[in-house]
């Protein structure tokens, strides 16, 4: 009888790792345990053993018929291994390069700003950066802008809604929250943070309360430019545009200062630019922004004292420059994202 069993775990011991198959296993086991099977026969067989030696007899059949249920329950852990890995598929290797061909590109938003700040780093500029969420105050009050000045119009300037129900975020005391309508902010943020002399730019979204059409977008970019130093003149600004308008639009591209009103500069300029590199654009004068001398005003609110230092400010239009470069002629191309008008710019 020994024998038999020993006989009948070996068969299970060298059938099972060769085993891939479900239906395999069941055919297999049914040969051993299943109604047929030979160890269903031994067990069968106890009832022509003596009734002395029977308790004996059990207990050696039970030790073998567990050590085959134990080979069973590895079979079935072999299966479903193999049938997970069947499922997953052949291993990767990740050290291969991408099966995809069309390479990623930067927004030419991103591209045109990149191309500003390598400009100005040139020449000693550093990037500072402010929040798009201000307060009245950053925007307006400090930057020597009047209480009812138009820019500060509900229809101009984008309010954060009163009733805000994300807490107490409307409102700063009893200032509201605002989108910020330019980056001269950060004018304000800088001068308050570090002493001067300062030589920062600014490049940054902000929002405006306009319909979109082709010229214009309730949200844009701006690269703001501020310079602080002892006895800085409108030659100091006029020297920085140009150098930076011939290192983006090209050789020959020359600055055109326009005088114009803004309440943080006196004198305040636009800024015009005109080249002889941009085909159909070539040879007329194109508004970038505005600029000007920082108005002693704004050096008083911020605690710099206006008597030593002076400064320049300017600001200008990030969609503007990169219309200009690429010949665009609609804003909103730049915030469709529509791939065909993105892959011209790899
Ligand atoms: N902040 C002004 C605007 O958005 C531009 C500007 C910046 C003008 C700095 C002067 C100095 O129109």
């Known amino acids: 009888m020994k024998e038999q069993l020993q006989a009948i775990l070996t068969e299970v011991e060298n059938a099972i790792p060769g085993i891939v198959k479900r239906s395999d296993f069941e055919a297999f086991k049914a040969t051993i345990s299943g109604p047929k099977g030979k160890l269903t026969d031994i067990l069968k067989g106890m009832k022509n053993v003596p009734k002395e030696d029977r308790p004996a007899m059990g207990k050696l059949i039970n030790e073998y018929k567990t050590q085959i249920e134990a080979f069973y329950t590895q079979a079935l852990e072999n299966l479903d291994a193999l049938e997970l890995a069947a499922l997953i598929g052949p291993p990767i290797d990740p050290s291969l390069p991408s099966p995809d061909p069309a390479p990623g590109l930067l927004h030419p938003l991103t591209q045109t700003r990149r191309r500003m700040d390598d400009v100005f780093r040139k020449i000693g500029f550093t990037v500072a950066e402010g929040p798009e969420v201000e307060t009245e105050w950053f925007c307006f009050d400090a930057l020597n802008t009047p209480e009812d000045h138009p820019a500060r119009d509900e229809q101009d300037t984008l309010f954060m809604p009163e009733d805000a129900k994300m807490g107490n975020v409307s409102k700063r005391g009893e200032e509201r929250y605002i989108l910020r309508s330019h980056t001269s902010t950060v004018q304000i943020r800088t001068m308050l943070a570090e002493k001067p002399p300062l030589r920062i730019i600014s490049p940054g979204r902000v929002f405006r309360r306009d319909t979109s059409d082709a010229t214009h977008s309730?949200?844009?970019?701006?690269?703001?430019?501020?310079?602080?130093?002892?006895?800085?003149?409108?030659?100091?600004?006029?020297?920085?545009?140009?150098?930076?308008?011939?290192?983006?639009?090209?050789?020959?591209?020359?600055?055109?200062?326009?005088?114009?009103?803004?309440?943080?500069?006196?004198?305040?300029?636009?800024?015009?630019?005109?080249?002889?590199?941009?085909?159909?654009?070539?040879?007329?004068?194109?508004?970038?922004?505005?600029?000007?001398?920082?108005?002693?005003?704004?050096?008083?609110?911020?605690?710099?004292?206006?008597?030593?230092?002076?400064?320049?400010?300017?600001?200008?239009?990030?969609?503007?420059?990169?219309?200009?470069?690429?010949?665009?002629?609609?804003i909103r191309h730049f915030y469709n994202n529509d791939l065909r008008f993105l892959r011209q710019f790899a």
């Not at 020297?239 to 983006?248: G, K, P, R």
């Not at 420059?321 to 010949?327: D, E, S």
Request: hydrophobic share 40%; with cysteine.
């Open 218 to 330: 309730a949200n844009f970019h701006q690269c703001e430019g501020l310079y602080i130093d002892r006895e800085v003149t409108i030659k100091d600004l006029k020297a920085v545009l140009d150098y930076f308008v011939a290192e983006i639009f090209g050789k020959g591209s020359k600055v055109r200062l326009r005088p114009s009103f803004f309440p943080f500069t006196e004198p305040s300029f636009e800024l015009d630019m005109m080249t002889p590199n941009l085909g159909k654009l070539s040879n007329q004068w194109i508004e970038l922004g505005g600029c000007g001398m920082v108005d002693p005003k704004v050096f008083d609110a911020v605690g710099i004292n206006s008597g030593k230092w002076t400064g320049f400010a300017f600001g200008m239009g990030v969609e503007r420059i990169a219309m200009i470069l690429h010949g665009i002629d609609d």
